[in-house]
């Protein structure tokens, strides 16, 4: 397998190099709004280790990463009254993944509603920084 690179979008976005509309933070995990959502409220959760795929992290920090999944899900359900979530989460090209740092996928679900395809359209900011706002309230409060 490819080794990881620190140079691709994730790593920047945790470096603080380039912005995100953030959701949860803590020690070992960032949660961020897709900006190309599948559904209102997508978020992505990334551990902070330099892990590419579930192919190469550790278990601890795996382990972290579905825990702080589970809370932005359950903030979704409050925020977004959402009737289910959808998880994704992609490894390699060859399976799905476009980004090489993990990422778990946090897709708020409607019933009967399909999900957009897969970076289908960018969302506006405005309506971003409001989910974002929205989610984070759901996770604190
Ligand atoms: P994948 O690696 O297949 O899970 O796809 C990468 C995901 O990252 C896609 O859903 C994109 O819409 C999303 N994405 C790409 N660039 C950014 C960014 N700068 N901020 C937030 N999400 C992004």
């Keep these: 397998m490819p080794s ?3 140079n691709n979008i994730f790593a920047k976005i945790l470096r603080g190099e380039l912005p995100c509309y953030k959701v949860y933070e803590d020690d070992k995990v960032l949660a961020f709004l897709d900006i190309m959502p599948r559904s209102p409220g997508h978020t992505l959760v990334l551990p902070k280790a330099p892990a590419r795929n579930i192919l190469d992290i550790s278990a601890d920090d795996l382990a972290h990463v579905i825990t702080a999944a589970q809370k932005v899900a359950k ?6 009254s959402a009737d289910g979530i959808t998880i994704q989460q992609f490894n390699e090209g060859a399976g799905g993944q476009v980004v090489f740092h993990l990422h778990l996928h946090v897709i708020p679900r409607k019933a009967g509603v399909a999900m957009k395809p897969p970076a289908s359209e960018k969302e506006k900011p405005d309506v971003l920084a409001e989910h974002a706002k929205k989610l984070a309230a759901a996770i604190s409060g």
């Excluded at 903030?75 to 977004?80: D, G, L, S």
């Design 75 to 80: 903030a979704a359900v409050k925020a977004f």
């Design 4 to 6: 990881y690179d620190p």
